[in-house]
């Protein structure tokens, strides 16, 4: 049996654990990004009815990004909400917002955000032009 060494790099900040990748000597396609599902569905659907069907994540993606989270995976519906199937959440805002506050505190993060709608939904008017305006 061929055992592997689990990765030894266990940052002492999770918030900044990019600080210590060396950029200049690693290949991008060498690091493993962790990311999460449906990332901000914290406060989708009601609690305790819908929310245990459709909810993916308890904590904001501004919580997720500070734990070490770099891949964000957000679904969103045609008004600009977050949606799981038929559940919706917050506006793309909020998302917005969160990564915004996480990147002023950090200096050396990146973040890979996949944003598409539910299978068969229109994309939102104009998104892609509302999300170089807002992340550049």
Known sequence: MLLRRACTFKPADRKKWMDDLHPE????NRIC??????????????????????????????HQL?????????????????????????????????????????????IILEVRTEYGHDVPPGFDKYLMDHLG
């Not at 000597?25 to 991008?28: E, T």
């Not at 929310?51 to 994540?57: G, L, N």
Request: aromatic fraction near 6%; charged fraction near 25%.
């Open 25 to 28: 000597k690693l290949k991008i």
């Open 66 to 110: 500070v734990l070490g989270t770099r891949v964000l995976g957000i679904r969103v519906q045609k008004d600009r909400r977050v949606c799981h199937g038929i559940l919706v959440t917050y506006s793309i805002d909020v998302v917005i917002k969160d990564i915004k506050k996480f990147l002023s505190e950090t200096h050396s993060e990146i």
């Open 33 to 62: 990004w962790p990311g999460t599902h449906d990332s901000a569905t914290d406060r989708i659907g009601i609690p305790l009815v819908t929310r245990p069907f459709a909810q993916c994540q308890s904590l904001s993606v501004y």
